[in-house]
């Protein structure tokens, strides 16, 4: 089974930046497409970004076209949401996942992303 451990998330400013990490273990990581998803305390997850298991094809909801890029290190199972141009609305709780989710892994514990004005 999949482990999933958030990181990299924190208080920042209006317009900074921030580089978040998902490690995974278990050999199966680089068999999957994976994805970074959102969610804001009582409001269903949302999905924000995704990436094959080779690293190719990203894909962006349009609200973070431009400023966020997702991008994966299999030697080191560990896939990355770097954040730029941050604005209040990315406020949220963020997760990483298999794309799309498979129900035998479990969400981790996400990591939190404050965006002040």
């Known amino acids: 089974q999949v482990q999933l451990v958030e990181s990299g998330g924190g208080l920042v400013q209006a317009g900074g930046s921030l580089r978040l990490s998902c490690a995974a273990s278990g050999r199966t990581f680089s068999s999957y497409a994976m994805g970074w998803f959102r969610q804001v305390p009582g409001k269903e997850r949302e999905f924000v970004a995704a990436i094959s298991w080779s690293g190719g094809a990203p894909y962006y909801i349009d609200s973070v076209k431009g400023r966020f890029t997702i991008s994966r290190d299999n030697a080191k199972n560990t896939v990355y949401l770097q954040m730029n141009n941050l604005k209040p609305e990315d406020t949220a709780v963020y997760y990483c996942?298999?794309?799309?989710?498979?129900?035998?892994?479990?969400w981790g514990q996400g990591t939190q992303v404050t965006v002040s004005s």
């Open positions: 996942n298999t794309h799309p989710p498979k129900a035998t892994i479990s």
